[in-house]
């Protein structure tokens, strides 16, 4: 699929015999007594094993990419992912590879200021992307135990290979499936779910439509939190955050735009968001100096814009 060049891998197997007309070579002291070897000398070696695997997820990542259009490129330091030329659907700085590089994902998290910590203790996320939200909450909240759902496996093995996603499926569990399909049949609950589900159009589709918030609510715990990319929304901007709204009846703030024009929607299920200026600039300020996240811009903007009433931060 994409235009991002993969160096093919291949893995030569030489097998060598020794013949002697007339001559008989003296069994092996390991063999058993009926010539059998033991079964551990059938054993791959560790190192072995390891690159048989890399070898295979390598090919099965070229035989995807070769029906695909994703793209990676490398700027000034920066490991791009393309889903078309045009839109950039994820990033990493090869230096940082855990931080979160764009502005948006960084606006995503604010949540964080929004309940007290330690929160969340479950995260779910629709839309892998580069992987970079997953991995920010792997390495920097680690009492947080991830699912992520995606729907297009490839996207799952391009963020292993060049976007150093983790492999523990014991806290970071990803599972190929539709978003939408997986949030209507499901009935676990999370404290925090992430919606960032684009085609390769920048199109959510059906990720934003009543329903599917309806079913977000429903899957919320009770202190949980609703996070929604609205990028690519521009010309029904309007009309999806009203479908929000009455999803979660009006429980719902659209945080103003961050550096990089993106607007993230925040809505609320069981306990409200009721937190001062104070409170804000407090967690903020937290979360600054544990995990590198700088969330004090995003309480500037919420203040200059008039989002605070009565120094207060509600819904």
Known sequence: MYGCPVVPLGLSAQAFAYRKRNHTLPLPRSLRADHSLPARKHTLPER????????????????LMARSTIEI????????????????????RIQRP????????????????????????????????????????????PATRITVVEIDPQVEMIARLHFKLPDDPLRLRVVIADGAE?????????????????DRDARAGVLDTLPFYQACRARLSENGLL??????????????????????????????????GNTIAFAAAGEHVDASHDELIRRANQYLQETGLNLLPTVARLQQEHYLANDRLRF
């Open 48 to 63: 072995f094993r390891q690159t048989l695997q890399a070898l295979d997820f390598r090919r099965q990542l070229q035989r």
């Open 73 to 92: 490129s490398e700027k000034a330091g920066v490991r791009y992912l393309h889903f078309s030329s045009a839109w950039i659907q994820g990033a990493m």
């Open 98 to 141: 855990n931080a979160l590089e764009l502005p948006y994902t960084r606006e995503m998290m604010a949540g964080l200021l929004l309940r007290a910590p330690p929160w969340p203790r479950q995260a779910l996320l629709i839309g892998l992307g580069a992987g970079s939200l997953a991995k920010f909450i792997y390495h920097r909240l």
């Open 182 to 198: 997986y949030m209507l049949q499901g009935d676990s609950h999370h404290d925090y779910i992430l919606v960032d589900g684009f």
């Open 227 to 260: 996070a929604v990319n609205l990028l690519g929304r521009e010309h029904a901007f309007e009309a999806s955050a009203e479908r929000i709204q009455r999803a979660f009846d009006g429980r719902a703030m659209i945080f103003p735009s961050c550096d990089s």
